[in-house]
């Protein structure tokens, strides 16, 4: 079992910047993609950004690429989502994921766990 505990949700007006925690425990999570999800109020959920844990390799959906950031400190085992310059359409509840798979997990069924998720309002 992977556990993966979500903070740093809020409110924030647009343009400005939030940064999510992920902290991940359990068994062999290092072997492990890490990513975060979004869900928006009566859209699906969609992959945001994701990464490989123990290697390089990255995934940005297109509407993020350039303002978020996923990284990991190792030491802590925890995945961040540095989001930055935020707008109103970046308003979701974002999940913590982690997935066995060696590509991106485009879809819902291809994540192993999810956190309780964090939600992110941004003002205008």
């Known amino acids: 079992q992977v556990q993966l505990v979500e903070s740093g949700g809020g409110l924030v007006q647009a343009g400005g910047s939030l940064r999510l925690s992920c902290a991940a425990s359990?068994?062999?999570?290092?072997?492990?993609?890490m990513g975060w999800f979004r869900q928006a109020p009566g859209k699906e959920r969609e992959l945001v950004a994701w990464r490989r844990w123990s290697s390089s390799g990255t995934y940005y959906a297109d509407s993020v690429k350039g303002r978020f950031t996923i990284s990991r400190d190792n030491a802590k085992n925890t995945v961040y989502l540095q989001m930055n310059s935020l707008k109103l359409e970046d308003t979701a509840v974002y999940y913590c994921?982690?997935?066995?798979?060696?590509?991106?997990?485009?879809?819902?069924?291809?994540?192993?766990?999810w956190g309780q998720g964090t939600q992110v309002t941004v003002s205008s």
């Open positions: 359990g068994r062999a999570f290092s072997s492990y993609g």
């Open positions: 994921i982690a997935s066995t798979i060696q590509w991106p997990p485009m879809t819902a069924p291809d994540v192993s766990y």
